[in-house]
Every structure is written in C-alpha cells, then in structure tokens.
C-alpha cells in the first residue's frame, strides 16, 4: 500500500526531527486507495470508487507530482554544495534529466523555503522566477487570492508588462550541435541562471545592441558630408 501523509486539506505533510530526518507532521496517514493499486508504470483503481474518493485521490497524486519539483530542486542544490566535483557522474549515472533538474533547482533557489506557497503550484512559482523578490510576492499574493491557474497568471503578467494587452507567444525550435548546447549551458551556469532565461536574456541584448548600432550608422550616414 501507499501511504501518504496528508493534512487536514488532502496536502502531504512532513515534519524534521532533531536529528534532521523527516518524519509525519502528525498521526494521520491516508493511503492511495487500495493494496497493489500502484506501480511504476499504472495506477489500478478498485471497482464502485465513489466520486469523492477518486476526487480526493486526483488530488493527492497532483500533490505528490507537484511537489517532487520541489523536492528534485532541493536535492540538486543539495547535491550541488556537497558534492561539486562529483554530483554530474551521479546524475548522469541515473534517467534523470539534467537540464530539466537543473531548471528545478533554479527555481527552488529564487524561493527560500517560507516563501513558498502550498496553496500554488510550483508552476506558479516558475512563472515569476525571474522577476525580482518583491514582484514575486506580488503576483503569488494576487493568484492566490485570485485562485489563478498557471496560465492565468502568466496571461495577467504579461497583459500589465503590455498596458492591459497580453503578448502573442510564438514558439521558436532550435537545431544546435551538442558542442554548443555545453558551451552555453556553461556559461548560463556561471551566472546561475536556467538556460532559457540565459538565452533569452543575451538575445535580447545582442539585439538591442544591434538595433542601436543600425540607427548610429543611419544617423551618421544622414549627416552632411564635408566637401
């Protein structure tokens, strides 16, 4: 059987002892179901389920996947402290993704552990990463109270950057040689920052600074030519 231990609410709740191991928050366990109804690749779910246990059981399985994001995040930059020249080999020795933990743990960095909301997902959280600490809390406290899904919050955030006016979302597909993607997952890693959001960051600038240097040639091409 598998057993989950839950809050009053459904939420999975674990307490650190002394000795900084994890252990209930309290007596209450709540188990997913029935004995031998999971395994790695199904759930079995047991006939006549009433609504609300199956309800209450989607529930808890959202939980439970909502949180490992959490829980992967940590345990890199757990990893990552510890074992500097070592956690690579480790990781690499398992199926997990390394890029996909590593966006994980940058997220779990901007969130210290008492800013992180239980009532929002770690989508949610994901949403306003790169924003400063303050703009973070704002727009947490708003989908909070709002009970705003993730998509909703990323439309309201990108409607107030655009005066009211949400932007249009194109999705860009790249083709790039495995000696590059290391090259600038290097280099997004001395800054700290998830590739993506390195990515996006420089191509912004190398834009802007291109944009500017046309309008100088264009400005210097308009002046008088001496004779």
Do not use: C
């Not at 059987?1 to 928050?25: C, E, F, I, K, W």
């Not at 290391?182 to 600038?205: C, F, G, I, P, Y």
């Not at 100088?216 to 030519?225: E, F, G, I, T």
């Amino acid at each position: 059987m598998t057993d989950v231990t839950t809050d009053v609410n459904g939420y999975p709740s674990l307490a650190t002892t002394h000795h900084g191991q994890t252990r209930p928050a309290h007596n209450a366990r709540m188990a997913l179901d029935a004995p031998g109804m999971t395994r790695r690749t199904a759930l079995s779910l047991p006939p006549n389920m009433s609504l609300t246990a199956w309800s209450r059981l989607g529930r808890q399985i959202f939980i439970i996947s909502d949180s490992s994001a959490w829980w992967l995040g940590d345990w890199l930059i757990y990893g990552q402290a510890q074992y500097p020249d070592r956690y690579k080999r480790a990781i690499a020795e398992t199926s997990l993704d390394y890029q996909t933990l590593r966006n994980y743990a940058w997220v779990a960095r901007q969130f210290s552990l008492s800013r992180r909301r239980e009532k929002l997902s770690f989508q949610h959280h994901a949403e306003v990463a790169s924003l400063p600490e303050p703009e973070q809390d704002i727009w947490l406290n708003r989908a909070e109270k709002g009970a705003w899904s993730r998509n909703e919050l990323r439309r309201r955030i990108k409607a107030e950057r655009n005066g009211g006016v949400a932007d249009e979302v194109t999705h860009i597909q790249m083709n790039v040689i495995a000696e590059q993607k290391k090259r600038w997952q290097e280099a997004a890693e001395s800054t700290e920052q998830d590739l993506l959001v390195w990515m996006v960051s420089n191509l912004d600038r190398a834009a802007l600074a291109a944009l500017e240097a046309r309008e100088a040639a264009a400005r210097s091409d308009a002046l008088p030519q001496s004779a």
